[in-house]
């Protein structure tokens, strides 16, 4: 009978010595490998803990805010309390008769060339004149009055400088044709004569203020049926008589408005008489217009500041007020910056104090124009 070998179970192997050796070294080179790769990731693990654990650099600190010593021109001054309104009161007194069948209402600006009222439907027309009418205009009326109305109806266009010379002071046919355009244009008819009040002159337009007469009410002459001023902005204080002697008509003023804005104006009106306050001190009424009258726009009976200068000093050294540094025993000083970034104190002798300007008058060794000083930060 025939045998054949049988080879052992697996677990009978018997691996060659050349391969143990060989996978024991395999065993080793991945061991240090995963060493490698542990230590190198622990590296990054360390290096990335402590950058994120190490401290920020600290930052450097601002540089100081600064103001330029400056050599200039300053003032003084004092401010007293007023009032924003508008200049003049242009009142309109009536002279026709009859009933009041239109008005305006308070706040209304009624330019020449406008309608004023209206008395009977019939309207009552605002012209520029500085003189008031007094009579009826008809062919051959001369005088002052006459001029204003040529003038006018030139201004207005119901004529022309070729048409009738606006100085000429009488009523020719060629006014009276000028102005039968002119009544065409509101409505009257056409007779190339006026009655007296049909038109009213005044210096400018009219800010109504009142209107003491109503609707319906009669209309007759000499009334006051509007009471208004101009459209000129103007400010009235109440200055001190002590401060009087710094006051003078042209002189410039500051003036702050409600809002903290300040506009400047120019005095056009000291009086003369003097009012006794309550508080016990004697005032003059100054009126001042402003410059730029815009900036008072939709105020009327505003409270304002008024500073009206008391001194002035010319070509001195000067420097914020916020920039002085109080010493012992009463003394002032300023830190003035250097170009490199050091700084040093410099004792200074104080002068005038610009309160408008937030300036001060300084004086001191080594102070000098075009030099910085540390001021507080904004």
Not at 81 to 101: N, P, R
Not at 154 to 160: H, R
Not at 338 to 345: K, N, R, V
Request: charged share 15%; net charge negative.
């Amino acid at each position: 009978m025939t045998t054949t070998d049988v080879p052992p179970p697996a677990d009978d192997l018997v691996v060659p010595e050349r391969s143990r050796g060989t996978r024991r070294r395999r065993r080793i080179i991945v061991a240090a490998a995963v060493i490698v790769v542990l230590a190198i990731g622990g590296g990054v693990l360390a290096a990335t803990l402590w950058h994120r654990s190490s401290p920020a650099p600290a930052a450097s600190a601002p540089a100081p805010a600064t103001a330029a010593v400056e050599r200039r021109t300053i003032a003084a001054q004092q401010q007293v309390s007023g009032t924003l309104g508008y200049a003049g009161d242009l009142d309109v007194i009536g002279q026709l008769s009859g009933t009041i069948t239109a008005l305006p209402t308070p706040g209304t600006v009624i330019e020449p060339g406008g309608i004023l009222y209206r008395v009977d439907g019939k309207p009552v027309v605002l012209l520029a004149g500085d003189t008031p009418a007094w009579r009826a205009f008809e062919w051959g009326t001369t005088g002052v009055d006459a001029q204003q109305l040529n003038a006018a109806l030139v201004e207005l266009g119901y004529a022309d400088g070729l048409d009738i010379d606006p100085e000429c002071d009488e009523i020719t046919w060629r006014s009276q044709q000028a102005i039968k355009r002119f009544q065409a244009a509101f409505g009257l008819r056409e007779s190339g004569s006026l009655d007296f009040g049909q038109v009213v002159f005044l210096p400018s337009a009219v800010r109504v203020t009142a209107t003491p007469l109503t609707l319906g009410a009669p209309a007759g002459a000499g009334q006051t049926v509007i009471e208004g001023t101009s459209t000129t902005p103007q400010v009235e204080a109440e200055v001190p008589v002590s401060l009087l002697a710094h006051v003078k008509v042209g002189d410039a003023v500051a003036v702050t408005l409600p809002d903290l804005t300040t506009a400047s104006g120019t005095v056009t009106d000291v009086g003369a008489v003097a009012t006794q306050q309550e508080s016990g001190s004697a005032t003059v009424p100054v009126r001042a217009a402003l410059t730029d009258p815009g900036t008072a726009s939709g105020l009327d009976q505003a409270p304002v500041l008024v500073a009206i200068t008391t001194e002035t000093v010319e070509d001195v050294l000067t420097v914020p007020v916020t920039a002085l540094l109080a010493l012992s025993g009463g003394e002032y000083a300023v830190e003035v910056l250097e170009t490199g970034g050091d700084s040093h104190l410099v004792t200074v002798e104080l002068g005038l104090f610009d309160s408008a300007g937030g300036l001060v008058q300084v004086s001191g060794d080594g102070l000098r124009a075009g030099q910085r000083v540390v001021v507080p930060a904004a």
